[in-house]
């Protein structure tokens, strides 16, 4: 089986700073993408910053210069910094990861159970 599972997050006052783990386990034999999303009630899930396997990353408009996205590919984790949080940013976050099982030829989605981010005064 495979498990993703996040930690991190919190209560932050605007303007502060969170760092979000998440660490893949179970019979992965590789893995492509890493990354989080986000989600509030009655919205869809956005992508917030992806790193692939080769390091490359990509983040969305409303979160460059604020947030790092990093991956440690030894211990299968990847991490997400946050500064300079807002309001705007209060959302369940999601740990992303397309993964190879060992036996299989494909790579499959999977997902974290969410972390909350609560950015409040």
């Known amino acids: 089986q495979v498990q993703l599972v996040e930690s991190g997050g919190g209560l932050v006052q605007p303007g502060g700073s969170l760092r979000l783990s998440c660490a893949a386990s179970g019979t992965v034999s590789s893995i492509n993408v890493m990354g989080w999303y986000r989600q509030t009630p009655g919205k869809q899930r956005e992508l917030v910053a992806t790193?692939?396997?080769?390091?490359?990353?990509n983040y969305a408009d409303s979160v460059k210069g604020r947030f790092t996205i990093s991956r440690d590919s030894a211990k299968k984790t990847v991490d997400l910094q946050m500064n300079s949080l807002k309001p705007e940013d209060t959302a369940v976050y999601y740990c992303?990861?397309?993964?190879?099982?060992?036996?299989?030829?494909?790579?499959?989605?999977?997902w974290g159970q969410g972390t909350q981010v609560t950015v409040s005064s």
């Open positions: 992303y990861a397309d993964i190879r099982r060992y036996g299989s030829t494909r790579f499959t989605n999977y």
């Open positions: 790193v692939s396997s080769g390091g490359s990353t």
